[in-house]
T-cell receptor
């Protein structure tokens, strides 16, 4: 069976500090990977999606970046955090490729980031 | 522009009452539509999935409808319970073709609060 791991669960960081959130998927290969952010009281906002190693698309301009160094590893980073980066960050994956059911996104448990 | 629009943004209902959430989409080519339930501080969990040929599908007290011609879906909650308080998110999947890799498009969600 497939599992997704996202860490840390909570994080408090000062303004201007770097950020690294990690997400790994087990039990499948070549998944589509996503990073979402959810501000307080708001819906999910797609930040990045990836269909393969080093194939990453950014949905919105921001001071965040994403990398996929391995097939099942997706990392969200920032060199200098802003107050507005506070929020709930979710990693997700879905099946990809012909004949595979690309019908559901499976989410990690999320990271609550507070920038102070 | 978001390709999945949900309404209302939020609603408050009394325990035991029914409510209906709406989802309009412009995603093309269309593959399927899922409704997710997201409890506060958790990752979303799938409730129902509907493909192009399906008009209605139920999961306990949740009933989803789909009109692929008008590109509209609804989620009806019957006899609401306090545990139904959550964000409900509509997710539309693109059909995978040579030009489309089947990206998932997320609505911003409807925040439902069930009061005693």
């Amino acid at each position: 069976s497939q599992t997704i791991h996202q860490w840390p669960a909570t994080l408090v960081q000062p303004v201007g500090s770097p950020l690294s959130l990690e997400c790994t998927v087990e039990g499948t290969s070549n998944p589509n990977l996503y990073w979402y952010r959810q501000a307080a009281g708001r819906g999910l906002q797609l930040l990045f999606y990836s269909i393969g190693i080093d194939q990453i698309s950014s949905e919105v301009p921001q001071n965040l970046s994403a990398s996929r160094p391995q097939d099942r590893q997706f990392i969200l980073s920032s060199k200098k955090l802003l107050l507005s980066d506070s929020g709930f960050y979710l990693c997700a994956w879905s099946f990809s490729g012909p004949g595979r059911p690309n019908t559901e996104a499976f989410f990690g448990q999320g990271t609550r980031l507070t920038v102070v | 522009k978001n390709q999945v629009e949900q309404s209302p943004q939020s609603l408050i209902i009394l325990e035991g009452k029914n409510c209906t959430l709406q989802c309009n989409y412009t995603v093309s080519p269309f593959s399927n539509l899922r409704w997710y339930k997201q409890d506060t501080g958790r990752g979303p969990v799938s409730l129902t999935i509907m493909t192009f040929s399906e008009n209605t599908k139920s999961n306990g007290r949740y009933t989803a409808t789909l009109d692929a011609d008008t590109k509209q879906s609804s989620l009806h909650i019957t006899a609401s319970q306090l545990s139904d308080s959550a964000s409900y998110i509509c997710v539309v999947s693109q059909r995978m073709t040579t030009d489309s890799w089947g990206k998932l498009q997320f609505g911003a969600g409807t925040q439902v609060v069930v009061t005693p």
